[in-house]
């Protein structure tokens, strides 16, 4: 994808997930949080940043970010975001 670009974090984002966590544990997160409006989220954390950041926000880092729900869609944003998934399941694949 290519950074800035309004990309959905709906079926892509979830093909991605299963393709980097390929569980079923994956796949049940994502039923889970399925009607999560991550992109709303993402455009609140951008406001946030603007407002009260101390400069331009480059580097971010997604602590507990589950199957990537705001890692995927702050990256197609421009964002460098490291996730690191708060259960082990999501390590492994």
């Not at 991605?16 to 569980?23: L, T």
């Not at 480059?58 to 890692?71: F, P, S």
């Amino acid at each position: 994808m290519l950074a800035g670009s309004k990309v959905s974090a709906g079926a892509e984002a979830t093909t991605v997930s299963r393709q980097i966590f390929g569980s079923m544990n994956a796949d049940f997160y994502d039923l889970v949080y399925s009607d999560k409006d991550y992109e709303a989220e993402c455009d609140l954390l951008e406001e946030i940043f603007r407002r009260y950041g101390a400069g331009p926000v480059q580097n971010l880092l997604d602590l507990g970010g589950g199957t990537g729900g705001h890692a995927l869609p702050l990256a197609w944003r421009g964002y460098r975001v490291p996730a690191w998934p708060r259960a082990a399941w999501n390590l492994t694949s």
